[in-house]
Structure formats: structure tokens, C-alpha cells
């Protein structure tokens, strides 16, 4: 699998960079994100590498998240990953298939499907890692992200 013709990394939110898990407390949800995915994605950014953000649910977590590792392209609270996907894509003026989405959901195989690569974490949904093009050793909030960016630093050589 080639991914040297992959122009955006679009990701899940909630099981992806994050372990699944949605903690309470007094002041609502919050989320546990790793540093290592964190990191990755840095060294993607700083390579001008476009990340979106697609989730179903819009936490001031992740909004913090996205602007602590400058991520600008957001679509939270979006049922419609798929569209939000061909939106994406469509204001980047590339093709889909130039995109990489990385779900672990069943909500999620419709972005995986209309992605040029489909990516999920180990403990993805069974059916969501059957339609994968890759799937990572590590689980969802503990490196997985990391392990897909890794490849795309590879495919973009040493610059």
C-alpha cells in the first residue's frame, strides 16, 4: 500500500486518540489523549501536513486538544463523518481518495469507505477492521495514531 499520494490525515476523535473511555466529573466529560499520537502529529504539522478532526461529539476537551497540537480543521458533532469527510476535501480542493481516515467505529465505515485509505486502532470494531486497509499493533489512545503518522512521515521522506 502506497501512501506517498495521501495529502490529509483525518481522525475520530473518541477511540482513536482517545482510549474510548468518556470520564465524569463535576464539570462534565472529559478525555485522556497520548503524548506519543500528540507528538506525531506535532511532527506532521510542522511538515505543513493537514489533520482533521471528525467526531460525533464536540467536548472542550477536544477542542483544546486540536489547538494545543495545531490542529485547525475541526468537524465536531457530526453524525455524517462520511459528508464531513467530502467537505473536508472538497474546501482542500483534493480528492478523497488523497485522504486517510482512521475510525474504530461502526459510525466511522462510511469516512473509511470514502477515504483513499482506511485506517483503525487494534481494538477497532471487528467489522471496522475487516474494511481496513491498516490496522495498528497499538489500541485507540495508546499509540495507534502514532503508528499511522510514523508511516506518513516515512512516505514523505526526510524533509
Known amino acids: 500500500m502506497r501512501l506517498d499520494g495521501i495529502k490529509l490525515l483525518a481522525l475520530d476523535v473518541d477511540g482513536v486518540l482517545t482510549d474510548g473511555g ?3 466529573g463535576p464539570e462534565g466529560a472529559f478525555q485522556k ?12 504539522r510542522r511538515r505543513e501536513f493537514p489533520i482533521a478532526l ?3 461529539r464536540d467536548f472542550p ?3 483544546r486538544r486540536a489547538a494545543d497540537l495545531g490542529i485547525e480543521l475541526l468537524c465536531l458533532g457530526s453524525a455524517e463523518k462520511d459528508e464531513a469527510l467530502r467537505n473536508i476535501c472538497g474546501n482542500m480542493s483534493i480528492d478523497t481518495e488523497a485522504a486517510l ?6 459510525m466511522d465505515l462510511p469516512a473509511i469507505r470514502t477515504a483513499g485509505i482506511g ?10 477492521k475487516a474494511e481496513c486497509d491498516i ?15 510514523d508511516m506518513l512521515l516515512g512516505s514523505l521522506g526526510n524533509g
Open 22 to 24: 468518556l470520564y465524569y
Open 61 to 63: 476537551a477536544t477542542r
Open 54 to 56: 471528525v467526531s460525533f
Open 101 to 106: 481516515f482512521m475510525g474504530d467505529g461502526l
Open 119 to 128: 485506517a483503525c486502532p487494534s481494538n477497532a470494531h471487528l467489522l471496522v
Open 135 to 149: 490496522v495498528t499493533k497499538a489500541a485507540g489512545g495508546e499509540g495507534a495514531v502514532r503508528e499511522v503518522v
Open 33 to 44: 489523549f497520548n503524548s506519543a499520537d500528540g507528538a506525531g502529529i506535532i511532527e506532521l
